[in-house]
Nanobody, 120 residues
């Protein structure tokens, strides 16, 4: 099982980016999915999470600017980021709680990270 993230890049302040993260491999089911980020010199922090039933949570700093969504048929989670600010600059990591086929024990998997740079 692996997660593949994409969509990062360089954007001016006020711009938008859409991140994608697809889970692939021998998967029984995917439950919660989310995005974290880590800025230079800072700890990794939760950005947004979408849990079973499509309930969502966001860190206060991105509320009303970022939207997390998922396509269950594709085992993919998205992060639409609007009104980007320089302080959003970070490496963004996706993660997902997945039950693989073998062994069928739920685990948290992480993607490789994608860099988002917002210029002022």
């Amino acid at each position: 099982v692996q997660l593949q993230a994409s969509g990062g890049g360089l954007v001016q302040a006020g711009g938008s980016l859409r991140l994608s993260c697809a889970a692939s491999g021998s998967i029984l089911s995917v439950t919660d999915m989310g995005w974290h980020r880590q800025a230079p010199g800072k700890k990794r922090e939760l950005v947004a999470r979408i849990i079973s039933g499509d309930n969502t949570i966001y860190v206060d700093s991105v509320k009303d600017r970022f939207t997390i969504s998922r396509d269950n048929a594709k085992n993919t989670v998205y992060l639409q980021m609007n009104s980007l600010k320089p302080e959003d600059t970070a490496v963004y990591y996706c993660n997902a709680d997945i039950i693989p086929r073998n062994p069928p024990v739920i685990r948290t998997f992480w993607g490789q990270g994608t860099l988002v740079t917002v210029s002022s």
